[in-house]
């Protein structure tokens, strides 16, 4: 049996609440996701910078060429650590970044493998409202890997995934349990390892008629996000 439940906060990034009865372990994931996203603090200090920065939609911040300094260490990607913050990168460019929430850091290596088109019919079975039935869901997919030397419990890796539409505005993360859309099932380890890896998907909601333009990664929000284009150029 299904328990379908929706909220949806106002802010610069709009979130849309929608999940199925599962295990235990899942329900409090999501419950601390939907906390994130109602900008508590319990498992993230500073949500209220959320992936799509605490600008209203109509004055987010586009994409800047510059980028802040960053560490010294580097990896595989050739590239320093946090060296492209603030950067647009190519659709299935790999870079290194801190993901830093709460007491929870960690080097991690990020890229954002795709960005396809849904159908509304997908998210037949969510109870959602009016407004977020009327949007086009995208599904953003993006892979992982602990490339530090600090282990992460429950790390959330998808909570600070996000998109823009071709306007710059902020979509509207639809946060469902893991298996909800068999289209963009988001499954988030409770344990993320030193050298693991992990791909998820994350469904980000944008008004009919518009497209996306960069999909986003905020790991630290002291820093700025970095950025994909949504299409291959």
Known sequence: MRDHTTHTTTGATRTVRATRARRTRASAALACATAVALLATACNDDAAQGAGGSESPAAAQKPSAS????????YKTD?????DTGKTLAL??????????????????IATKSVQKGSPADLADLNMDADAKAMQPYYVTMSFK????????????????ALRDSQGNPGKVLITSGDAVPQCEDEDPDDFAVGASTTLCRIV???????PSVALYNGDFD??????KATQS
């Not at 980028?67 to 260490?73: E, I, P, T």
């Open 223 to 228: 820093k700025e996000p970095v950025y994909w």
């Open 205 to 211: 909601l944008l008004p009919k008629g518009q497209t």
């Open 146 to 161: 602990n490339i530090g030397d600090q282990a992460l419990h429950y790390p959330f890796l998808s909570t600070p995934m």
């Open 92 to 109: 299935g460019e790999t870079t290194a970044l801190t993901y830093k929430r709460s007491n929870k850091v960690a080097t991690l290596e």
């Open 67 to 74: 980028a802040s300094k960053g560490a010294d260490k580097t």
């Open 79 to 83: 590239k320093a650590v946090d060296s």
